[in-house]
Antibody, heavy 120, light 107 residues
Framework: QVQLVESGGGVVQPGGSLRLSCAAS????????LHWVRQAPGKGPEWVAF????????DYADSVKGRFTISRDNSKNTLFLQMNSLRPEDTAVYYC?????????????WGQGTLVTVSS | AIRMTQSPSSLSASTGDRVTITCRAS??????LAWYQQKPGKAPKLLIY???TLQSGVPSRFSGSGSGTDFTLTIRYLQSEDFATYYC?????????FGGGTKVEIK
């Protein structure tokens, strides 16, 4: 079955960096687009970034553009999110999610999430 | 960005009730609309896509309708496991955006 397992979250000071990872299994990883979606405490989900199946396409929310970088390693079935210049408003649970099997740009499987806290 | 507005933000209902949640897009999105269910401490779960197509494994008491700017999620015969927060999401264009959520609580 499809599994997505995030790691790399933690507490970081404003201005700091973190790198999130998402280990995938149970589907043909190199064929699917992947996303990062975050959810601040008590808020709704917010889409963060997308990467196409072969890194041919990337897109970012305006709130993270220029600070976050999405990448993937198809040989290791792993998705990454490099987060630099972190701000308190980046505090959230970060989920990786895969593109729907039939229709792109919606999410049919999600990981369990990893918490990122930006605080001094 | 396309703004998604859900109403109500919360509602109270009893098991067996019929519940309707509305989602409005700030511009036309054809039928590029998905609905998710989220329970506390868990990731969202896809229920419906293309406004009215039930995701595999989702009970048929869930249904969706609408196109353009106005959409509805209906839950017939509300079950105890349906008490959760529901979100709509548009995938007509980037940035992908979600509604603010509707919390369905036990009356």
């Amino acid at each position: 079955q499809v599994q997505l397992v995030e790691s790399g979250g933690g507490v970081v000071q404003p201005g700091g960096s973190l790198r999130l990872s998402c280990a995938a299994s149970g589907f043909n990883f190199r064929n699917d687009g992947l996303h990062w979606v975050r959810q601040a405490p008590g808020k709704g989900p917010e889409w963060v970034a997308f990467i196409g199946h072969d890194e041919n396409k990337k897109d970012y929310a305006d709130s993270v553009k220029g600070r976050f970088t999405i990448s993937r390693d198809n040989s290791k079935n792993t998705l990454f999110l490099q987060m630099n210049s972190l701000r308190p408003e980046d505090t959230a649970v970060y989920y990786c999610a895969k593109d729907h099997a039939v229709t792109e740009d919606l999410f049919d499987y999600w990981g369990q999430g990893t918490l990122v806290t930006v605080s001094s | 960005a396309i703004r998604m507005t859900q109403s109500p933000s919360s509602l109270s209902a009893s098991t067996g009730d019929r519940v309707t949640i509305t989602c409005r897009a700030s511009q036309g999105i054809n039928s590029y609309l998905a609905w998710y269910q989220q329970k506390p401490g868990k990731a969202p779960k896809l229920l419906i896509y293309a406004a009215s197509t039930l995701q595999s494994g989702v009970p048929s008491r869930f249904s969706g309708s609408g196109s353009g700017t106005d959409f509805t999620l209906t839950i017939r015969y509300l079950q105890s496991e349906d008490f959760a927060t529901y979100y709509c999401q548009q995938y007509y264009g980037y940035p992908l955006t979600f509604g603010g959520g509707t919390k369905v609580e036990i009356k």
